[in-house]
C-alpha cells in the first residue's frame, strides 16, 4: 500500500471521463495522487499512497454518481409537477393532491418490504434498496428451487 500513484493515461475511459467532468488529465491526476500542506506560510505538496488515492477516486465516483442522481430525480420531478389553476386541479375535479395544495406528484419505490417515502432520496438509499431486492430474489430463488427438489423427491408434480 506504500506506493506512488499516476493515473493510468492508457485507460480507455479517461478521456470521456475528463470529458464530463470538464478537466484535464494533469488536473485529475494531481486531484487524486498529490496533497497539499500548508505550515507557516509554507506549501508542500506530497504525492498520495495508491491505496489512499484509490479510495479518494471512489469517493469521487460515489460523489459523481450521487450528484447524477440528484440531477435526474430534479428533473423527473420537474417534468411530474402539476399545474394547477387556482385551486382545483388539472383534471377539475376540485380535489386536493395528497400533499396538500402544493401541486406536486412524486414516484414513490414499492419494494418487497414495504413502502419507504423520505423527504429526501439519495443514491445511496437506491443502491441499498437495489442490494435487498437482489438478495431477496437470490433467497426466494434458493427456497423455490429446494422446494421443487423436495416435491420430485416425493413424486409430488
Not at 480507455?12 to 484535464?24: A, D, S
Not at 495508491?50 to 469521487?60: T, Y
Amino acid at each position: 500500500g506504500g506506493e506512488e500513484c499516476e493515473i493510468d493515461a492508457e485507460n480507455e475511459h479517461l478521456e470521456p471521463i475528463l470529458k464530463l467532468l470538464g478537466v484535464t488529465k494533469e488536473n485529475l491526476n494531481q486531484a487524486l495522487c498529490y496533497f497539499k500542506i500548508e505550515a507557516r506560510g509554507q506549501s508542500y505538496t506530497r504525492a498520495v499512497q495508491k491505496d489512499k488515492a484509490e479510495k479518494g477516486l471512489e469517493a469521487l465516483m460515489k460523489a459523481t454518481y450521487s450528484a447524477i442522481f440528484d440531477y435526474i430525480v430534479k428533473r423527473v420531478n420537474a417534468s411530474i409537477t402539476v399545474k394547477k389553476k387556482g385551486s382545483k386541479s388539472e383534471t377539475g375535479s376540485g380535489r386536493r393532491s395528497k400533499g396538500g395544495n402544493s401541486g406536486s406528484a412524486f414516484i414513490g419505490v414499492l419494494d418487497i418490504f414495504g413502502f419507504e417515502s423520505f423527504k429526501v432520496n439519495s443514491f445511496e438509499q437506491l443502491c441499498i434498496n437495489y442490494c435487498n431486492e437482489a438478495l431477496q430474489q437470490q433467497f426466494n430463488l434458493f427456497v423455490l428451487k429446494n422446494e421443487q427438489d423436495e416435491y420430485e423427491q416425493e413424486g409430488i408434480k
